[in-house]
């Protein structure tokens, strides 16, 4: 079972009810979010692939993203039908990868996403090693355009996902324009961790049991997959709420607080994904086909997550359909 992020036709336009923290933002936030002093040197992620396989949206068309992006949703992988989405195994391509290179500080994490995206791994670890009894780190590939995994091909048209039988989070950073360029989401800088956050979530899942105990039931908007999903958002947000907590070695926080902007951000990031938003860009929403959860319930877990903290991430699991 691979446990991806949900993808999505994004609007920027949203319903009353999706405001939970406020109005949406008015253009997209791109500000800092690491505090430039802060030494980001350490982290653990390593990039790996194969080149542009994938990643050049152009070459695929608009019809070959909308199969790739109904592939995860699915819970099949489509890349093969395609043509150069290769296969699990990676060819040639050193396993564990190669270190993100000129991703020393938080002013390098600021100006680049791949920078960014693999810094948030020492935040990531510092929170969970300090809440889960024998937490051990996920691996985590910032995928440059295409490898093989355990759960099939990683690439940005896959989406970032998280892959049980590798313990790795993959993720491949030009997602995110992939977002904002065709599907009109903001994805800025507090997003992009949300999503990572998110899957992060999943690892600490799988590590603690929770994954197995709820195994996948089938689609719905009370299966086991919508309440994995919501868990994973809550963990995001309570992650979120305490990720200024966590510092370098010279007590560097790594992360700066969030502004008001940014988390309306990331809540919007949680409305696109939601399974209702998605489906109703194709014009209709069949509540027993979801898998993530609406757009509603996506915000809201991660707004419980943010506000309340890990404490309240139990609930998406045993609470009550009307409740979830
Ligand atoms: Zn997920």
């Known amino acids: ?3 991806g992020f949900g993808l999505y036709p994004a609007s920027r336009r949203a319903p009353a009810r999706w405001r939970v923290l406020g109005n949406p933002p008015a253009e997209y936030p791109h500000g800092m979010t690491f505090n430039p002093d802060a ?15 994938v990643a050049g949206a152009g070459g695929v068309g608009l019809l070959g993203i909308i199969a790739l992006i109904a592939g995860p949703l699915l819970g099949i992988d489509l ?12 060819g040639t391509e050193p396993a564990e990868g190669s270190v993100i290179e000129n991703c020393l500080t938080g002013e390098d994490a600021n100006e ?3 920078c960014r995206v693999a810094s948030s791994q020492l935040a990531l670890d510092g929170f969970w090693e300090d809440r889960v009894d024998g937490y051990r780190a996920p691996g985590f590939i910032i995928v440059d355009g295409a490898t093989g995994t ?11 996902f998280y892959c049980p039988p590798d313990e790795t989070v993959y993720i491949d ?28 979530g999943h690892h600490i899942q799988y590590i603690t049991g929770d994954m197995e105990r709820y195994p996948n039931n089938g689609t719905g908007p009370d ?5 994995i999903e919501l868990q994973a958002d809550c963990y995001a947000g309570a992650w979120i709420g305490q990720m200024t907590q966590e510092t370098d070695k010279n007590g560097v926080p790594y992360l700066q607080t969030p502004t008001e902007s ?37 915000q809201a877990w991660f707004a419980t997550g943010y506000k309340y903290g890990l404490d309240t991430c139990a609930e998406p699991l045993t609470a009550s359909a009307g409740e979830l």
């Open 1 to 3: 079972m691979c446990m």
């Open 39 to 53: 030494d980001v040197s350490g982290n653990t992620a390593r990039r790996r692939g194969r080149g542009a396989v």
């Open 79 to 90: 890349t093969g039908l395609l043509g150069g989405g290769g296969g699990t195994g990676g």
């Open 112 to 114: 680049r996403v791949d």
């Open 150 to 160: 355990g759960c099939g091909t990683a690439s940005n048209a896959v989406g970032p």
């Open 173 to 200: 950073p030009t997602f995110f324009e992939l977002m904002q360029q065709q599907f009109g989401a903001s994805a800025g800088n507090l997003a992009q961790l949300y999503i990572v956050g998110h899957e992060w």
């Open 223 to 227: 299966s086991n997959g919508v309440r």
């Open 262 to 298: 940014q988390l309306q951000d990331a809540v919007n990031a949680a409305y696109t994904v939601g399974d209702d938003h998605i489906q109703e860009q194709s014009g209709f929403v069949n509540p027993e086909s979801f898998t993530h959860g609406t757009s509603a319930q996506r």
